[in-house]
């Protein structure tokens, strides 16, 4: 910046009144601020929404659950194998095995399908956090219940649910044999996740054996490790250590699909919405050129003193810059208090069989913060510039000739 653009830019900023509170610089300003705002608010909410869908499928499944190749159950002596094996892994947090198999649930003439998972109670449960109106420590004929499958079929706690288990091994010219058993609800279980919340049920690992009929063994060895991104990683090393007989399969081997369509769709709605701030820069360019016709006297002194085109346009470009960068700051954090109030308001829920989970919720991270600054800028510096090539085609005589 010379002195030149340096003595306007300073008298320009001094006098603010008779620049700034123009009604389109006004006008200008509150669309950039709106623009940005929304902006903002739609991509923090949408990495809120993102943060959440991928903290709640580390909390729901396990990190790394080790099964057998062939798709039988895993002894109770090779499941100590396995634990003594991994034992010195420093990466690991908790080993647990779990017994899982595909049920139905019924209450009265209501039927749905369940997924039963089954643990022994005397060694950890991993999911006592998500366990409401109950201690979570089951004792035999007691169940946990999903939230929306308790709300499907008409259950609350202290009420009773037939667990069916149809024994496709046993045909007989009379139907398919069924083995079932009523159980007591002990507590809810609600993680926000919705598929677990509408089809899981949680055992005893007693209750489960007896109900499929099976004396022992497991369905596979859930494992939780400190750093839930490298589970490819870790997986591909136990498989390697276990041998043929056992996979080590990754949390993300299901859900990456999911979470890879979910950032796609953030990005689209980032760009999407980015034309809201092409559309303020609409006002931009009304409000620049509105300056340039005001100004038409200033621009004929300045180039009559020898000043070039560049600079003159430079001079305008930081005039009008200037603020612009400032009305694209304040709309960050317009969409910051957006983003704060959509996440704290109750009369507005996710439909979790549409969106997976049922929470709102709003991340602001500086990466978004820069990505948002910098496109929203760069639209705007390119509303600012298309308007000031008109002082490349004004003579001084033509000012001179329209003033009088």
């Known amino acids: 910046m010379d002195k030149l653009e340096l003595f306007f830019v300073k008298r320009y900023l001094k006098t603010p009144k008779r620049n700034l509170f123009r009604f389109a610089f006004v006008f200008m300003v509150l669309g950039i601020i709106l623009s940005v705002g929304i902006l903002s608010a739609g991509l923090n ?3 809120g929404y993102e943060s959440n869908l991928k903290s709640l499928l580390l909390d729901s499944f396990a990190h790394i659950g080790i099964q057998s190749s062939y798709g039988d159950l895993i002894s109770e002596q090779d499941t100590e194998t396995i634990i003594n094996q991994l034992s010195q892994k420093t990466e690991i947090i908790s080993a647990i095995p779990s017994l899982e198999h595909p049920l139905l649930g019924q209450k009265g003439d209501k039927i749905r ?48 649910i037939e667990l069916n288990y149809p024994r496709f091994d046993r045909i007989t010219p009379l139907g398919i044999q069924t083995a079932q058993h009523r159980y007591k609800i002990a507590a809810i279980y609600r993680s926000g996740y919705y598929e677990s919340d509408r089809s899981l049920v949680i055992s005893t690992l007693s209750d489960a ?47 990456e699909s999911l979470l890879r369509l979910v950032a796609m769709e953030k990005w689209l709605i980032f760009i999407v919405f980015s034309f ?8 931009v360019i009304s409000a620049v050129s509105t300056i340039i016709i005001e100004k038409r006297s200033e621009i004929a ?9 560049r600079s003159i346009k430079r001079l305008f470009a930081l005039r009008v810059g200037v603020v612009a960068i400032m009305a694209v700051l304040i709309g960050q954090v317009f969409g910051a208090l957006l983003s704060w109030f959509v996440e704290k308001q109750t009369f507005y829920h996710l439909k979790g069989d549409v969106y997976f989970i049922d929470t709102l919720g709003a991340r602001i991270t500086f ?37 009088h």
């Not at 002194?301 to 085109?309: D, N, Q, R």
């Open 209 to 255: 054996r007896a109900l499929l009929l099976l004396p022992q063994g497991y369905s596979k060895l859930e494992l939780r490790i400190k750093d839930a991104d490298k589970a490819g990683i870790f997986a591909s090393e136990y498989s390697d250590i276990l041998g043929h007989e056992f996979i080590a399969i990754p949390w993300n081997l299901y859900a």
């Open 45 to 47: 909410l949408f990495q």
């Open 367 to 403: 990466p978004n913060l820069l990505v948002v600054f910098l496109v929203a800028s760069f639209l705007i510096f390119l509303c600012v510039m298309f308007p000031l090539k008109q002082i490349e085609k004004m003579q001084i005589i033509d000012v001179i000739r329209n003033k």
């Open 276 to 283: 809201l701030v092409l559309i303020a820069g609409i006002n």
């Open 113 to 160: 399908a369940i997924s039963l998972r089954a643990y022994d109670f005397d060694r950890e449960f991993p999911y006592q956090k998500y366990i409401s109106g109950g201690e979570g420590k089951l004792q035999s004929g007691e169940v946990i219940v999903g939230h929306y499958l308790a709300e499907e079929l008409g259950l609350s706690i202290g009420d009773s």
């Open 301 to 309: 002194v300045l180039k009559t003193l020898g000043a070039s085109p």
